[in-house]
């Protein structure tokens, strides 16, 4: 049974959450302080956590980034926060995803489990990653290797020039997407489809966002990019 984290500060709306996860056959835990919340999400292996931004003692937009920072959970915000620059912020600190408030419960769910269907795809079966102590073996077929950039799809590491980058589980599998298709343009919109698969307000933030961040992580020059390449008007491509 999955396992999930609220930390959320209105009494009512976490109640609400949880019944809904219970219905639909979840365990949920809730905290009502940021950093009472932070603790038990690093304390424990949650399959996901539900963070509103607004809280006491501490910002969700700290606790998603402390939490980012050493574990690969899938991080759904939920906040009456409605602003585009929200958004973007709550994505770049490493969300997969952005509710706003008030929300469907039963819309929160359905992206919850798909988020949670698409970790375990993801992760293969391994179980819950964390960014420290991965297996490194990888058979030739199961690596990708261009220039200095080693993608180890087995062990779901990337490294530049031998250094590794530490990705999120959304990140890895935007690159490898984009590595598996070499110099193919694709729009943003194609990639929200294929690599999210969730209608979601600020899809397009979405993909900005975990195209900036991969940029920053592998590339010499985020702002003259070797590997992906935007062509505007178009979309993004991955160039070899």
Same mark, same amino acid.
């Given at each position: 049974?999955?396992?999930?984290?609220?930390?959320?500060?209105?009494?009512?709306?976490?109640?609400?959450?949880?019944? %809904? /996860?219970?219905?639909?056959?979840?365990?949920?835990?809730?905290?009502?302080?940021?950093?009472?919340?932070?603790?038990?999400?690093?304390?424990?292996? %949650?399959?996901?956590?539900?963070?509103?931004?607004?809280?006491?003692?501490?910002?969700?937009?700290?606790?998603?980034?402390?939490?980012?920072?050493?574990? $690969?959970?899938?991080?759904?915000?939920?906040?009456?926060?409605?602003?585009?620059?929200?958004?973007?912020?709550?994505?770049?600190?490493?969300?997969?995803? %952005?509710?706003? &408030?008030?929300?469907?419960?039963?819309?929160?769910?359905?992206? +919850?489990?798909?988020?949670?269907?698409?970790?375990? =795809?993801?992760?293969?079966?391994?179980?819950?990653?964390? /960014?420290?102590?991965? $297996?490194?073996?990888?058979?030739?077929?199961?690596?990708?290797?261009? !220039?200095?950039?080693?993608?180890? &799809?087995?062990?779901?590491?990337?490294?530049?020039?031998?250094? *590794?980058?530490?990705?999120?589980?959304?990140?890895?599998? +935007?690159?490898? /997407?984009?590595?598996?298709?070499?110099?193919?343009? /694709?729009? &943003?919109?194609?990639?929200?489809?294929?690599? #999210?698969?969730?209608?979601?307000?600020? $899809?397009?933030?979405?993909?900005?966002?975990?195209?900036?961040?991969? =940029?920053?992580?592998? *590339?010499?020059?985020?702002?003259?990019?070797?590997?992906?390449?935007?062509? #505007?008007?178009?979309? %993004? !491509?991955?160039?070899?």
């Amino acid at each position: 049974m999955k396992n999930i984290l609220i930390i959320e500060d209105e009494p009512s709306i976490a109640d609400l959450q949880k019944d %809904y /996860f219970d219905i639909n056959g979840f365990t949920a835990d809730i905290c009502h302080k940021g950093d009472e919340g932070l603790r038990q999400a690093l304390a424990n292996d %949650y399959d996901l956590i539900v963070l509103d931004l607004s809280l006491p003692n501490m910002d969700g937009l700290d606790i998603c980034k402390q939490i980012r920072a050493v574990k $690969d959970v899938p991080i759904v915000i939920v906040s009456a926060r409605k602003e585009e620059v929200d958004k973007i912020r709550g994505l770049g600190f490493g969300a997969d995803d %952005y509710v706003t &408030k008030p929300f469907s419960p039963s819309e929160l769910v359905a992206r +919850v489990k798909a988020h949670l269907a698409r970790y375990e =795809r993801l992760v293969g079966g391994r179980g819950r990653q964390h /960014f420290a102590g991965q $297996d490194t073996s990888a058979s030739p077929t199961e690596e990708i290797r261009i !220039r200095g950039l080693l993608i180890d &799809k087995a062990s779901r590491r990337v490294f530049v020039n031998g250094k *590794e980058a530490i990705m999120t589980a959304k990140e890895f599998d +935007v690159l490898t /997407f984009m590595a598996t298709h070499p110099n193919r343009v /694709f729009s &943003k919109e194609h990639l929200f489809e294929r690599l #999210w698969g969730l209608d979601s307000v600020g $899809d397009i933030a979405t993909v900005v966002v975990h195209i900036r961040r991969i =940029r920053e992580k592998i *590339e010499l020059d985020p702002s003259n990019p070797q590997f992906i390449d935007t062509v #505007w008007g178009a979309g %993004y !491509r991955f160039t070899v």
